[in-house]
């Protein structure tokens, strides 16, 4: 490594990756630091690969303007770059009447927030549309869809990459000291502990963003940052059922804790996945309980009246980093640059739980304005 460089990516998560792929511009040295063997193997790889649509988020949060901006950003990617990509649409459904009047609301949310296409669905249009599926009405969501999240973190990497910035696997920083205008980072690697200067810090460190901003002096829990895991397991349908849909079906969102409720959600081959489910912990354990079936089965059956408790098989799981107790309402993403506590030009990443995949490229291009400005410089640069 040389002495300093200009902007060092704590995290090659697709926000990481994200990030470089937007800062990195052939003239500027940017270091990617990952503490695994490779890229995307947290949380990036542990989601329901899915394109939000940005219906379920307050007017005017962070996670409404970049999911937005991101839904449209990831399918002209995916177009450009022959990036694997489906849109499905979802139907978010009602299954008794106090839940379609509340469909309203969702539907004014959604198009506060500038989601296009949302339309209500009578329980006939429903059936047309979803045979499988009992609802008494619900929201047709047209620009939700699928993505091959390897894929996109493959084609971010690629374009740093082409662009000079470099990454360092099984290279987990351990300490980040302010060194007048700079910051001295230290790695731990093979090696052991290794040195080096930087002038900007962004650090993407997904769930552990929190102890890396605790690196750098800051109180976490005096700045809110303190983060909550909050799993989410899922369930496969095994068997001639996993194509009993045809769009992603979500029941309407719960008012509290993190996660929207166990929906159906697509992979892209078209088999269903039950999940995620939300279930706060303190370890990080990926493991998924079978016991749980019966949560799964009892949360779907109510709009997927054919599914049998015997379809269900355990999947996978993954665990939101989430600024979100059990109790309360939903948070947003803190995306800025530390400069009123003493430390400019580091750029803090907390809490990019869900739809933190959705908004990477839009994160990435709102963190080049900030990196731009920590270092002086107001070139302006698109990801494509
Ligand atoms: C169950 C679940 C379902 C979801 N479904 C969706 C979905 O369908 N659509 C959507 O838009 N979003 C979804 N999300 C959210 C989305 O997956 C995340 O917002 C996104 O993957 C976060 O990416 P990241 O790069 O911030 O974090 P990560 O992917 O976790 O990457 C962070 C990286 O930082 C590294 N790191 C940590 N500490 C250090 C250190 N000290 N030194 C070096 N490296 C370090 C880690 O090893 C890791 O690779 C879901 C999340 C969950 C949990």
Redo the contacts with the bound molecule.
Sequence with gaps: MSLTVDITI????????AVAAQVADGRREVYI????DS??????????????SGVFYPEGSLKAKT?VE?NASLYSLCQRHGIGCQRRGKLVVAVDNSEAEQLETLLQSGRENNVEGLRLLTPKEVEEMEPNVKAVAALFVPSAGVID?YGLMGYFLAKARENGARIGYR????AIDKLGSQYQVT?EDASGYVPFSTRVIVN??????D??AE?AGIDIVRAGYKLYY?K?E?FRVMGSKNKLVKRLIYPMPRPRGA?LGIHV?LDLEGKMLL??SSQYVDEIDYSVDSQHKQLFYDSVVKYLPCIQLDDLEPEM?????TLQGPEAGLTDFVIRDESDKGLPGFVN?IG?????????PAIGRYVASMVDEALGDARGKSQG
Excluded: D, M, W
Aim: net charge positive; with cysteine.
């Design positions: 704590i995290g090659a998560g697709v926000v990481g990756l630091l990952e503490k695994n890229f995307g193997q947290e949380t990036s790889s542990r989601n329901s690969q899915l394109i939000h999911c991101g999240v290279s987990k920083v351990v790695v993407c460190a997904g769930l552990n963003c102890q890396v690196l909050c989410g899922y996660g959600t999940g995620p799981a993954g665990i939101r980093p990443l990019i739980e869900s739809p933190g995949l959705t908004s990477a």
